[in-house]
């Protein structure tokens, strides 16, 4: 059986539920969730204890730089995106305790594939909907603010992109 999910491929569509589980937890911003992240992944022993992070990729912003409403609405962002992580684990999950259910989960092979990791085609700002890169059509911060309860087909901006690959 090939078990196929979107997640967590753009755009990062997951239901209302599933984002509220990630409200406020992103709100330090990406420049402190990425020197978070290396210190965990540090102490796992998940990489060498002398691994820094890249240095950051040019044009993209400081966390510390943005305005009250981009942090606002790049954290909503984030935890669209967060959520849809976690909607596919549990799907895996449950796929995992049926093989156990029918007595198959130790005759069965489980490889986890991904494409490309974490991805910048969600521009400096996001993207509200993840074809107006495609179809030309410039969104704003200003535009996608108002929007922020409609977030769920998002793509997440370049700056969580560099968070979730960002060490060398």
């Known amino acids: 059986m090939w078990l196929a999910l979107g997640a967590c491929h753009a755009p990062h569509h997951v239901p209302k539920e599933w984002i509220e589980k990630y409200k406020g ?42 305005s009250a409403d981009e942090k606002k609405l790049f954290v909503r962002m984030m935890e669209c995106y967060a959520g849809f992580l976690s909607h596919a684990d549990e799907q895996i999950g449950r796929f995992i305790a049926f093989l156990e259910k029918i007595g198959k989960l130790q005759s069965t092979l489980i490889f986890v594939c991904s494409d490309n990791g974490a991805s910048a085609e969600g521009t400096l700002t996001g993207l509200f909907d993840e074809m107006s890169v495609a179809n030309l059509v410039p969104e704003t911060v200003e535009e996608n603010i108002k929007r922020l309860d409609e977030l769920g087909y998002n793509h997440y901006p370049v700056g969580w992109a560099m968070a979730g690959d960002d060490t060398i």
């Open 25 to 66: 937890k992103f709100d330090k911003g990406w420049d402190k969730v990425k020197e978070e992240t290396l210190e965990r992944q540090k102490k796992m022993g998940i990489v060498p204890k002398n691994t820094e992070l890249a240095p950051p990729n040019e044009g993209v912003q400081k966390w510390d730089d943005l």
